[in-house]
């Protein structure tokens, strides 16, 4: 059996490797346009703050371990173009200008996602940049050390523009960050989005909210950006406006497209063609809080999905029941974690959302070196069910969210979550969990 | 309505202040032997490895804020010495050496638990301790700070033998470690409770196991420490082999006692008598995983109970579902931490236990300044249902535990705890968490 995957990244070399695993008589080809496969996407933006970082670090797995110990049929340089279902086939064309057929008994879609570039005059001139591809991060890394990249314009204050707030600052190179947003993190209570937007502004990041980006020019190796608000001039412009889901090649086929613009996929991966998945980034997951498609683009959940895909491809039906959307990110020394639900999230799709903050510590009452720790915690009155949560600060944000995580998963009530018998010990937390103070406020608000 | 508890740390003020917040009308009597209350138990061994702190930061909240804020009666030095369930009495002794006599309506029993003492020649000379009370806090931290004190030996390589052998080493004092087990926590799998060992070797800590302290003599300002492998002399002598609940002024008015002797209660912590709640370390609780009664003292779990206890005395019936003994320390800069049962514990009560065991990375693949970390995960052959953990690294395993806790009150599967959506950035772990590296590994052993 032939196995043909479009992507050569998380989803794509997971479903490589796992389903040459499960059944080593599989024929598995893998189509990369680039010449990069199996890479930390998420670890760009940390890459891009440490000059003596080699940009290569970020590859897990080289193409020639694939190739040679796992014997999969990796092509470089191929650019899937359309594929036929009927007659299953994929056809593109490889970089050096010749035209591929190959066809497939199975087919795994991992296009992954794109930076969203914005349609205005400019977008393409140099030092006008994304960072979404191992390319595009050699192209700014290079760009950053240059000696006159002094001063960078980041037009998105998502998790990219952040972490590449942290990156050009430790880089020494000045920033400045405008959102279309009336403030940072919407979906975060404001006091919490204010912890990360002070620090930055103490270290000297400059905010415009509520402005558009209109054109860009270039003159003296110079960039002028103009903005609704008036023109800056820049040598590095970063766009970080989100991300698009690669499911045109899908749209093509006649694929039912899902949540996001992004291929629609059942439990197990597979689109609406019996013989196609699709994983990763380009696809959509089932959101186990709302029960609804959801497209959020997550490294996990692409490997995750890989390898469900290879499990059904080799004969072991697995299903995967969703996600519940953990995400998290540093900058400026300041973790950022959230799952699940948003108060707003929740009541667009039904829920009677309530929600509590309350700021406590990173460490035991009088325990030297502790910090503030800011949690926010929804749940929905009618059934008391827990909804999602938002951790923000200096130290144990990061790990602490997955309790609620695996809660969320579990669709754990307030009051069954207060009780969970968290580890306490002083170098690590108050005696009730951060988590567990907010829960046990929120159990009073219900 | 009068409502008196003898202890007044973690359970007993909880229960006081808890209770006077539902029903200021209440009258609250608290009965506390020493004349401290509310202070971090947990915190004492961090306390004594910093010279400059001040033992006083322990206290969470002073005698005066209870009384005059709280308007609950605190009396230090009463220490109670029986209790008649018929006539709903207290009685007991005052420090100036009056006696005292109380009448209850409905009585609290948070006496804590004591550091257990070996029954051998020499244990109450000067410069032998315990550390479980403020006031053995104030006496070790004296000692430690004389300037002949070069050279401890601790007895018994549990939590606070192994906390306390930082803080002598942070301290300059010269440490050995003798413990009557073969090995360093027993309960850890060998591989991972070396990495404790040989950091602390490493250090210069000397471990001796399978020896047992016979008797002590003192000559000269030095302790003679005889072993069954010979005698050592010694400037500081912790016997730190355990704690024992104190449940007797229970045994004596005739109250039932539970697992590890101590005082039993149903989950609502009410006692064999219907007027009498215990709580606390001198407690026990169920077990959620087993569903058996156990004796795992805690901190949060006294905090816990010590509300539980204040809402059904107030007329707000509150059940505690129980403990999965969530535990975790920190020694040589290793974070260990622990949740449910080991293997070991697991066959005990029955079930088919199968353990897995992975090395993996605190940060992701390539991220600076990433260590090892190490997980163990326990779960049941029959139902595929989670049993237990244990994380260690130096960094990372703290609040990583929390998921697995959480999973455990919720009784999940390998198989679902594998689909949990945890958090992933790069400073943060592997794209696959630690925990869900092992859960993976743990599926396929099922």
Same mark, same amino acid.
């Given at each position: 059996? #032939?196995?043909v995957?479009?992507?050569?990244?998380?989803?794509?070399?997971?479903?490589?490797?796992?389903?040459k695993?499960?059944?080593?008589?599989?024929?598995v080809?893998?189509?990369?346009?680039?010449?990069?496969?199996?890479?930390?996407?998420?670890g760009?933006? %940390?890459?891009?703050? /440490?000059?003596?970082?080699?940009?290569?670090?970020?590859?897990?797995r080289?193409?020639?371990?694939? !190739? /040679?110990?796992?014997?999969?049929?990796v #092509?470089?340089?191929?650019?899937?173009?359309?594929?036929?279902?009927?007659?299953?086939?994929?056809?593109?064309?490889?970089?050096?200008?010749?035209?591929?057929?190959?066809a497939?008994d199975?087919?795994?879609?991992?296009?992954?996602?794109r930076?969203?570039?914005?349609?205005?005059p400019?977008?393409?001139l140099?030092g006008?940049?994304?960072?979404r591809?191992?390319?595009?991060?050699r !192209?700014l890394k290079? =760009?950053?050390?240059?000696?006159f990249?002094?001063?960078?314009?980041?037009?998105?204050?998502?998790?990219?523009?952040?972490?590449?707030?942290?990156?050009? %600052?430790?880089?020494?190179?000045?920033?400045?960050m405008? /959102?279309i947003?009336?403030?940072?993190?919407? @979906?975060m209570?404001?006091?919490?989005?204010?912890?990360?937007?002070?620090?930055m502004?103490? !270290?000297?990041?400059?905010?415009?909210?509520?402005?558009?980006?209109?054109?860009i020019?270039?003159?003296?190796?110079?960039?002028?950006?103009?903005?609704?608000?008036g023109?800056?001039?820049?040598?590095?412009?970063?766009?970080?406006?989100?991300?698009?889901?690669?499911?045109?090649?899908a749209?093509?086929?006649?694929?039912?497209?899902?949540?996001?613009?992004?291929?629609?996929?059942?439990?197990?991966?597979?689109?609406?063609d019996?013989h196609?998945?699709?994983?990763? /980034?380009?696809?959509?997951?089932?959101?186990?809080?709302?029960?609804?498609?959801? @497209?959020?683009p997550?490294?996990?959940?692409?490997?995750?999905?890989?390898?469900?895909?290879?499990?059904?491809?080799?004969g072991?039906?697995?299903?995967?029941?969703?996600?519940?959307?953990?995400?998290?990110?540093?900058?400026f020394?300041?973790?950022?974690?959230?799952?699940?639900?948003s108060?707003?999230?929740?009541?667009?799709?039904?829920?009677?959302?309530?929600?509590?903050r309350?700021?406590s510590?990173?460490?035991?009452?009088?325990?030297?070196?502790?910090?503030?720790?800011?949690?926010?915690?929804?749940?929905?009155?009618?059934?008391?069910?827990?909804l999602?949560?938002t951790?923000v600060?200096?130290?144990?944000?990061?790990?602490?969210?997955?309790?609620?995580?695996?809660?969320?998963?579990a669709?754990?009530g307030?009051?069954?979550?207060?009780?969970?018998?968290?580890?306490?010990a002083?170098?690590?937390?108050?005696?009730?969990?951060?988590l =567990?103070?907010?829960?046990n406020?929120?159990?009073?608000?219900?």
């Open positions: 059996m #032939r196995f995957i479009i992507g050569g990244n998380a989803a794509g070399m997971s479903a490589a490797s796992k389903s695993r499960n059944d080593p008589a599989i024929e080809i893998v189509l990369e346009k680039t010449t990069d496969v199996s890479y930390l996407v998420s760009l933006s %940390y890459n891009m703050a /440490d000059a003596y970082r080699e940009i290569n670090d970020l590859i897990v080289s193409v020639n371990v694939f !190739r /040679d110990k796992q014997k999969i049929d #092509r470089l340089g191929h650019t899937a173009e359309r594929f036929d279902p009927k007659n299953r086939n994929v056809k593109g064309r490889i970089s050096d200008g010749r035209d591929f057929e190959i497939y199975k087919l795994l879609i991992a296009t992954g996602a930076a969203r570039m914005l349609p205005i400019g977008i393409d140099p006008v940049v994304t960072l591809s191992l390319g595009d991060g !192209r290079q =760009l950053m050390s240059c000696k990249a002094k001063r960078a314009l980041i037009v998105g204050a998502g998790y990219i523009g952040l972490e590449m707030a942290d990156a050009f %600052y430790r880089r020494d190179i000045n920033v400045e405008y /959102d947003e009336a403030r940072l993190l919407p @979906w209570p404001p006091e919490m989005a204010n912890i990360v937007q002070i620090e502004e103490n !270290r000297g990041v400059k905010f415009h909210f509520g402005t558009k980006l209109l054109n020019a270039r003159s003296n190796h110079e960039l002028h950006a103009t903005f609704d608000s023109t800056v001039r820049a040598d590095i412009l970063l766009i970080a406006v989100g991300i698009l889901p690669n499911s045109e090649i749209t093509q086929a006649g694929l039912a497209l899902g949540a996001g613009g992004a291929i629609s996929v059942d439990s197990t991966m597979r689109t609406s019996p196609i998945y699709a994983a990763g /980034d380009c696809a959509d997951m089932i959101h186990v809080v709302t029960g609804q498609k959801v @497209w959020i997550l490294g996990l959940i692409a490997n995750r999905g890989g390898w469900a895909v290879a499990n059904n491809v080799t072991r039906r697995t299903q995967v029941p969703g996600i519940v959307g953990t995400t998290v990110f540093e900058t020394d300041i973790e950022v974690t959230r799952t699940g639900l108060p707003v999230e929740a009541r667009m799709v039904g829920f009677d959302a309530v929600e509590t309350i700021r510590r990173s460490r035991a009452h009088g325990y030297p070196g502790s910090h503030e720790i800011y949690v926010s915690l929804v749940a929905d009155r009618a059934s008391g069910r827990l999602g949560g951790i600060g200096r130290e144990g944000a990061a790990h602490r969210i997955n309790a609620l995580a695996a809660a969320l998963h669709k754990m307030v009051r069954e979550f207060v009780q969970c018998d968290m580890a306490y002083p170098p690590f937390g108050p005696v009730w969990d951060p =567990l103070i907010a829960a406020q929120l159990q009073k608000e219900l």
